[in-house]
C-alpha cells in the first residue's frame, strides 16, 4: 500500500458535475467542473455538455443550466475525451463532495462511449 506521502505527490482533481437528474442508467451530464493541482501548478477546466435530453425545470432551478446553455455545449463524447486527457489521464486523486454520484456518473458516460 502506497503511504501518505507518495499520495500526496500525485495531482489532485477536485471534480464536480451536474447532470440532467440522480439516476445514471438514465440521466446526463450537462457539466463538467474540475481544478486540477500538480507540479506545475492549478488549472481549471469547465464545460457546459450537451446531454442530447431536455433538463427538467427542476434541475435548472437548482444548477441554473438552462436548455438554451447546453444547445451551444460541447457533445459528451467531445468533452469527456478532452478532459480525460488533460485532467485524469495520468490518473491522479480524484476528490468530489459526492464522490459516489460525481464518479457514477462519470463511469456510465465513459463507458456510453467506449472510454
Not at 451536474?18 to 486540477?36: M, Q, S
Amino acid at each position: 500500500m502506497e503511504d501518505l506521502f507518495s499520495l500526496v505527490k500525485k495531482p489532485i482533481v477536485f471534480l464536480d458535475l451536474e447532470t440532467t437528474g440522480l439516476n445514471v442508467a438514465t440521466d446526463r451530464i450537462i457539466e463538467i467542473a474540475a481544478i486540477r493541482w500538480d507540479e506545475n501548478g492549478r488549472r481549471t477546466y469547465a464545460q457546459i455538455v450537451n446531454p442530447g435530453v431536455r433538463i427538467p425545470r427542476e434541475i435548472t432551478r437548482i444548477t441554473g443550466i438552462t436548455q438554451a446553455m447546453v444547445r451551444d455545449g460541447q457533445p459528451i463524447e467531445e468533452a469527456l475525451r478532452n478532459f480525460v486527457a488533460e485532467f485524469l489521464a495520468d490518473e491522479p486523486i480524484v476528490v468530489a463532495h459526492n464522490a459516489p454520484f460525481d464518479l457514477g456518473f462519470l463511469d456510465a458516460e465513459l463507458r456510453r462511449i467506449g472510454l
